[in-house]
């Protein structure tokens, strides 16, 4: 379940990655566990002062329309 959880979750962020591209950035996953989603944001996102709402608003709810059992997403 874990592992079939991971592979979605890198599926949609496939999906999103190409938005990020577009404006200097990128994302990348780290972990899936206990309904938590683990992710880097990379290039421009790892400084821009919307990664906060990109993360939020963009990845996050993105993931979870797709998977309501996604509780949160974070970055580290």
């Not at 990348?28 to 790892?46: H, W």
Request: aromatic fraction near 2%; charged fraction near 25%; hydrophobic fraction near 45%.
């Amino acid at each position: 379940m874990a592992e079939e959880t991971y592979n979605k979750v890198a599926k949609i962020i496939d999906s999103i990655r190409p938005a990020l591209i577009a404006d200097g950035g990128n994302v990348e996953l780290i972990d899936v566990a206990n309904g938590i989603v683990k992710v880097k944001l990379q290039g421009a996102c790892g400084s821009c002062p919307m990664a906060q709402m990109t993360l939020k608003m963009g990845i996050e709810r993105e993931i979870k329309r797709h998977l309501p059992e996604i509780k949160e997403v974070v970055s580290i």
